[in-house]
Protein backbone atom coordinates (compact mmCIF):
# COMPACT_ATOMS: atom_id res chain seq x y z
CA UNK A 1 0.00 0.00 0.00
CA UNK A 2 0.80 3.16 -0.82
CA UNK A 3 2.66 5.93 2.19
CA UNK A 4 1.56 9.32 1.57
CA UNK A 5 3.66 12.48 3.58
CA UNK A 6 2.27 16.17 3.07
CA UNK A 7 4.98 18.82 2.89
CA UNK A 8 5.16 22.90 2.37
CA UNK A 9 2.33 24.08 5.04
CA UNK A 10 2.91 27.24 6.92
CA UNK A 11 1.56 30.98 7.85
CA UNK A 12 0.61 32.98 5.11
CA UNK A 13 -0.67 36.28 4.51
CA UNK A 14 -3.88 36.97 2.83
CA UNK A 15 -3.01 37.12 -1.25
CA UNK A 16 -0.03 35.09 -0.89
CA UNK A 17 0.96 31.82 -1.88
CA UNK A 18 1.57 28.41 -0.85
CA UNK A 19 2.72 24.95 -2.90
CA UNK A 20 1.52 21.48 -0.76
CA UNK A 21 3.48 19.02 -2.06
CA UNK A 22 2.50 15.14 -0.97
CA UNK A 23 5.33 12.52 -1.24
CA UNK A 24 4.10 8.81 -1.86
CA UNK A 25 6.37 5.93 -1.34
CA UNK A 26 5.67 2.10 -0.45
CA UNK A 27 3.46 1.21 -4.40
CA UNK A 28 3.68 2.07 -7.77
CA UNK A 29 2.03 5.94 -7.42
CA UNK A 30 0.54 6.50 -10.94
CA UNK A 31 -1.55 3.15 -9.69
CA UNK A 32 -3.57 5.86 -7.76
CA UNK A 33 -5.99 8.71 -8.67
CA UNK A 34 -4.91 11.68 -5.94
CA UNK A 35 -7.27 14.17 -4.52
CA UNK A 36 -6.46 17.44 -2.23
CA UNK A 37 -8.98 17.52 1.01
CA UNK A 38 -8.92 20.25 3.62
CA UNK A 39 -10.85 20.42 7.08
CA UNK A 40 -10.91 23.83 8.80
CA UNK A 41 -11.82 23.90 12.69
CA UNK A 42 -15.45 22.78 13.39
CA UNK A 43 -16.14 21.23 10.01
CA UNK A 44 -16.48 18.52 8.39
CA UNK A 45 -13.51 17.39 5.48
CA UNK A 46 -14.13 18.63 1.90
CA UNK A 47 -12.81 17.55 -1.59
CA UNK A 48 -10.67 20.62 -2.31
CA UNK A 49 -9.30 18.81 -6.08
CA UNK A 50 -9.09 15.37 -7.68
CA UNK A 51 -6.69 14.21 -10.54
CA UNK A 52 -6.76 11.09 -12.56
CA UNK A 53 -4.15 8.75 -12.66
CA UNK A 54 -1.87 9.78 -15.82
CA UNK A 55 -4.26 11.41 -18.17
CA UNK A 56 -3.75 14.85 -16.83
CA UNK A 57 -8.03 14.95 -15.90
CA UNK A 58 -8.75 17.37 -12.86
CA UNK A 59 -11.56 18.28 -11.07
CA UNK A 60 -11.66 21.40 -8.71
CA UNK A 61 -14.47 22.79 -6.22
CA UNK A 62 -15.86 25.20 -7.82
CA UNK A 63 -15.08 27.75 -5.98
CA UNK A 64 -11.48 27.12 -5.88
CA UNK A 65 -10.59 26.31 -9.40
CA UNK A 66 -9.26 29.85 -10.32
CA UNK A 67 -6.94 29.94 -7.45
CA UNK A 68 -5.88 26.28 -6.89
CA UNK A 69 -3.94 24.04 -9.41
CA UNK A 70 -3.78 19.91 -8.56
CA UNK A 71 -0.83 18.46 -10.16
CA UNK A 72 1.70 15.10 -10.30
CA UNK A 73 4.68 14.03 -11.30
CA UNK A 74 4.48 10.14 -11.49
CA UNK A 75 8.28 9.90 -12.38
CA UNK A 76 8.95 11.91 -8.52
CA UNK A 77 5.89 9.93 -7.18
CA UNK A 78 4.78 13.78 -5.90
CA UNK A 79 1.26 15.63 -5.77
CA UNK A 80 1.23 19.21 -5.63
CA UNK A 81 -1.39 21.50 -4.47
CA UNK A 82 -0.46 25.22 -5.69
CA UNK A 83 -2.65 27.83 -3.70
CA UNK A 84 -2.54 31.45 -4.71
CA UNK A 85 -4.23 34.45 -3.21
CA UNK A 86 -5.16 32.65 -0.35
CA UNK A 87 -7.58 34.13 1.83
CA UNK A 88 -8.31 33.74 5.76
CA UNK A 89 -11.02 31.17 4.52
CA UNK A 90 -8.83 29.02 3.61
CA UNK A 91 -7.20 28.55 6.64
CA UNK A 92 -7.57 24.64 7.06
CA UNK A 93 -5.62 21.03 7.32
CA UNK A 94 -4.59 20.12 4.25
CA UNK A 95 -4.55 16.29 3.62
CA UNK A 96 -2.89 14.29 0.04
CA UNK A 97 -5.04 10.79 -0.46
CA UNK A 98 -4.83 8.19 -2.67
CA UNK A 99 -7.42 5.94 -4.26
CA UNK A 100 -7.20 2.51 -6.40
CA UNK A 101 -10.74 2.54 -6.75
CA UNK A 102 -11.04 0.74 -10.23
CA UNK A 103 -12.84 1.97 -13.48
CA UNK A 104 -12.94 5.09 -11.98
CA UNK A 105 -10.97 7.97 -13.77
CA UNK A 106 -11.87 10.68 -10.29
CA UNK A 107 -13.19 9.97 -7.12
CA UNK A 108 -14.21 12.57 -5.27
CA UNK A 109 -15.95 11.20 -2.41
CA UNK A 110 -13.54 11.06 1.13
CA UNK A 111 -14.84 6.91 1.17
CA UNK A 112 -13.43 6.30 -1.29
CA UNK A 113 -9.56 7.32 -0.37
CA UNK A 114 -8.15 4.65 1.06
CA UNK A 115 -4.91 5.94 1.82
CA UNK A 116 -4.37 9.63 3.61
CA UNK A 117 -1.12 11.46 4.39
CA UNK A 118 -0.55 13.08 8.06
CA UNK A 119 -1.98 16.79 7.25
CA UNK A 120 -0.43 19.95 6.71
CA UNK A 121 -1.79 22.87 8.28
CA UNK A 122 -1.99 26.03 6.67
CA UNK A 123 -3.29 29.54 8.10
CA UNK A 124 -3.68 32.54 6.35
CA UNK A 125 -3.96 35.75 8.71
CA UNK A 126 -6.03 38.70 7.24
Known amino acids: QVQLVESGGGLVQAGGSLRLSCAATGHTFSDYIMGWFRQAPGKEREVVAAISRSDGSTWYEDSLAVRFTISRNNAENTLYLQMIDLKPEDTAVYYC???????????????????WGQGAQVTVSS
Open 97 to 115: AASDKPRAVLVLAPDDYYY
